[in-house]
């Protein structure tokens, strides 16, 4: 498509329990980003991938989070056992090459941990 | 570490006004320069960028010029409209190109 698509729009989870993200990259971009937006506008770099590879996963807190992004299926981003502190506006951007392009997001995911 | 501060907010003016949101970096070698906006309820598009030094970026009236001897990336616009109230975020794309985020400023135009 010709926009980055997310889902769920809205995610409401109770603490321990599991939570899944989708990302559907615009058409023909091979590369992934996924951003944490919490409070107060901060946004943190998680992850990136190239096609189905991970580039950079600095930003990600290993003990309970994971993403992937296989052929021919929306990239995903799952957090087991999931803390309050996890509560953000999760984003997924997606450029067409490497370097320093544009980054388009798309609208983001919301996730409440009560 | 690379970084990016910027100032404060929310800045708040009156329709017409001249806007100046500061801007300023820290980072090894060349970053590529950023500025998103976020309007209420939406997701984030970019705004301009600037690739290299004293590169200037433009768009719908905005500009911010790359100034690599003070290490900023100063955004403006000569007369802004309510339809402008947004965050605005600066940000730079380090050697594995995430993008290194400033904090956000929020932009409230009156009429």
């Known amino acids: 498509g010709e926009e980055v698509a997310q889902t769920p729009k809205h995610l409401v989870r109770g603490e321990g329990q599991k939570a899944k993200l989708y990302c559907a990259p615009i058409k023909g971009h091979s590369y992934v980003f996924w951003y944490q937006q919490v409070l107060k506008n901060e946004f943190k770099f998680l992850i990136s991938f190239q096609n189905e590879n991970v580039f950079d996963e600095t930003g990600m807190p290993k003990e309970r989070f994971s993403a992937k992004c296989l052929p021919n299926s929306p990239c995903s981003l799952e957090i087991q056992a999931t803390k309050l502190e996890d509560s953000a506006v999760y984003f997924c951007a997606s450029s067409q090459s490497w370097g320093p392009y544009e980054q388009y997001f798309g609208p983001g995911t919301r996730l409440t941990v009560t | 570490g690379n970084s990016v501060t910027q100032m404060e907010g929310p800045v708040t003016l009156s329709e017409e006004a001249f806007l100046t949101i500061n801007c300023t970096y820290t980072?090894?070698?060349?970053?590529?320069l950023f500025w998103y906006v976020q309007y209420p309820g939406e997701g984030l598009q970019l705004l301009l960028k600037?690739?290299?030094a004293d590169d200037k970026g433009s768009n719908k009236g905005f500009e911010a010029t790359y100034r690599k001897e003070t290490t900023s990336f100063h955004l403006e616009k000569g007369s802004v409209q309510v339809s402008d109230s947004a965050v605005y975020f600066c940000a730079l794309s380090d050697s594995n190109y995430q993008l290194i985020w400033g904090a956000g400023t929020k932009l409230i135009i009156k009429p």
């Open positions: 980072a090894t070698g060349y970053p590529s």
């Open positions: 600037a690739t290299k």
